[in-house]
Nanobody, 120 residues
Framework: QVQLVESGGGLVQAGGSLRLSCAASGSIFNINVMGWYRQAPGKERELVARISSSGRTNYADSVKGRFTISRDSAKNTVYLQMNSLKPEDIAVYYC??????????????WGQGTQVTVSS
């Protein structure tokens, strides 16, 4: 069993910054891709950013140039630095990890979500 524990959400004024963290723990052999998704009220969950084990990154167009994803593979932790936050960034942010077990089995895990609120 693997757990993803997120932290760092909160309330910030427009133009401000927040840094999200997500630490994976449990019987992990390897983690391929780690990422952040978000879900705003009344909308579907969408990809924000993801990073592969080799460091390759992908970003949603809406956050390019403002958000930066990084990871510490030794700690099985992924970060999301969010700058120049806008009211449209308001959502619950979820961490995701593509975990590989020693047997070769892969499984997708999700964190519990952390709320990000931006005041205008």
């Amino acid at each position: 069993q693997v757990q993803l524990v997120e932290s760092g959400g909160g309330l910030v004024q427009a133009g401000g910054s927040l840094r999200l963290s997500c630490a994976a723990s449990g019987s992990i052999f390897n983690i391929n891709v780690m990422g952040w998704y978000r879900q705003a009220p009344g909308k579907e969950r969408e990809l924000v950013a993801r990073i592969s084990s080799s460091g390759r990154t992908n970003y949603a167009d809406s956050v390019k140039g403002r958000f930066t994803i990084s990871r510490d593979s030794a700690k099985n932790t992924v970060y999301l630095q969010m700058n120049s936050l806008k009211p449209e960034d308001i959502a619950v942010y979820y961490c995701n990890a593509d975990v590989v077990y020693r047997s070769g089995t892969r499984y997708d895990y999700w964190g519990q979500g952390t709320q990000v609120t931006v005041s205008s």
